[in-house]
């Protein structure tokens, strides 16, 4: 399934969108963002962006770097 056109592209994540990139399995990110209107990318980075602030705020000393490789990213 292919997105033609993202009708959301630059607007603001919101609460219900955040949850459904989380809880899509790397297999299944074109799936949610044709749901979402958003592109394939942008749900790929989304989850890397929640999935660092996730792991930033457990352990908030640790440098970018690391806590990236930490993710497996």
């Keep these: 399934m292919h997105v033609r056109y993202a009708f959301r592209r630059g607007r603001p994540w919101n609460s219900n969108e ?5 809880a899509a399995e790397p ?3 074109r799936r949610v ?5 958003r592109t394939h ?3 790929k ?5 929640l999935r ?6 457990m352990v908030p000393s ?3 770097s690391v806590w990236c490789a930490a993710a497996g990213e």
């Design 45 to 49: 980075a989304r989850r890397t962006q």
């Design 27 to 29: 297999g299944q990110f």
């Design 18 to 22: 955040d949850r459904a990139v989380l």
């Design 33 to 37: 963002a044709a749901e979402l209107g």
């Design 41 to 43: 990318g942008a749900v």
């Design 62 to 64: 640790l440098e970018a």
């Design 52 to 57: 660092r602030q996730a792991l930033a705020a």
